[in-house]
């Protein structure tokens, strides 16, 4: 029933920027925590950066201080504000987010990924 939409992803050059959208859509219910991964070829899925309702946000030491995540809670959508984009950055980037439900107990929904491409 829920589902992720990313919007944002595309091609640029070393050193721009780009800003990545999730919207989640099918449950008025705001989320426990949102957040974005990424996977580049040849290398493990990571963590890039995580917003809790409540909480802190938590960052890959390879995008602090570049990146930058956000959460609209009245409309359930995550951004992920991407500044200095390096090469190494390149990757397919997913978005998730976490629901703690009173039957159903903690489920953890996914986009279907967005390229992000930057290149040198």
């Known amino acids: 029933q829920v589902q992720l939409e990313e919007s944002g992803g595309g091609l640029v050059q070393a050193g721009g920027s780009l800003r990545l959208s999730c919207a989640a859509s099918?449950?008025?219910?705001?989320?426990?925590?949102m957040g974005w991964y990424r996977q580049a070829p040849g290398k493990r899925r990571e963590l890039v950066a995580r917003i809790p309702g409540g909480g802190t946000t938590n960052y890959a030491d390879s995008v602090k201080g570049r990146f930058t995540i956000s959460r609209d809670n009245a409309q359930n959508t995550v951004y992920l504000q991407m500044n200095s984009l390096k090469p190494e950055d390149t990757a397919v980037y997913y978005c998730y987010a976490e629901k703690l439900g009173k039957l159903t107990g903690l489920s953890t929904y996914w986009g279907q990924g967005t390229q992000v491409t930057v290149s040198s």
């Open positions: 099918g449950s008025s219910f705001s989320f426990n925590a």
